[in-house]
T-cell receptor
């Protein structure tokens, strides 16, 4: 079945690392994504990883993929107040068109 | 600058009324999408269109209608048949190149009076 699950809330101190976790169910996923949504705005693609990769790093962002456990994580190093937002995990299911399945989103709160 | 424009930002619907949400993009993207976002839930796909004059139902199409007469435009009508329309509506577009990179508009908050 199609399901992407995330914890709903994470609170971290400014300067610490944040780790946002996601589990997905469909092993045929080709790409997995992390999107960021700031209040009252649309989603912005942060990064993505191809399903045959284990890790991808992009400046302060590190994505880890464990295909065996169907677990995806996003690590934000040196978290800043501007990182406060909702982070959505999503997977692409291969079908008639590449359908994106989104998780419910993790709200990241960064405090001083 | 290229992007996706949604309007209005806030919209109020009276009972029995149809309302139309606008979505325009100048990114030259072929594919366009409408998602509904409810608090604490992921995005749910309402309709999508891969090319002009063609569109398909998503997971929650009942009570909604769309058209795709121009590549740049993909308006969504919330009909009176949609009994629970209060939500944040997001339009997106993408260029189909394997990786499904969606570009989102800033959304429309629809509320019922």
């Amino acid at each position: 079945g199609e399901d992407v699950e995330q914890s709903l809330f994470l609170s971290v101190r400014e300067g610490d690392s944040s780790v946002i976790n996601c589990t997905y169910t469909d092993s045929s996923s080709t790409y997995l994504y992390w999107y960021k949504q700031e209040p009252g705005a649309g989603l912005q693609l942060l990064t993505y990883i191809f399903s045959n990769m284990d890790m991808k790093q992009d400046q302060r962002l590190t994505v880890l993929l464990n295909k065996k456990d169907k677990h995806l994580s996003l690590r934000i190093a040196d978290t800043q107040t501007g990182d406060s937002a909702i982070y959505f995990c999503a997977e692409t299911l291969v079908g008639g068109y590449n359908k994106l399945i989104f998780g419910a989103g993790t709200r990241l709160a960064v405090h001083p | 600058d290229g992007g996706i424009t949604q309007s209005p930002k806030y919209l109020f619907r009276k009972e029995g009324q149809n309302v139309t949400l606008s979505c325009e993009q100048n990114l030259n993207h072929d594919a366009m999408y409408w998602y509904r976002q409810d608090p604490g839930q992921g995005l749910r796909l309402i309709y999508y269109s891969q090319i002009v004059n063609d569109f398909q139902k998503g997971d929650i199409a009942e009570g909604y209608s769309v058209s795709r007469e121009k590549k740049e435009s993909f308006p969504l009508t919330v009909t009176s048949a949609q009994k629970n329309p209060t939500a944040f509506y997001l339009c997106a577009s993408s260029i189909r190149q394997g990786v499904e990179k969606l570009f989102f508009g800033s959304g429309t908050q629809l509320s019922v009076l």
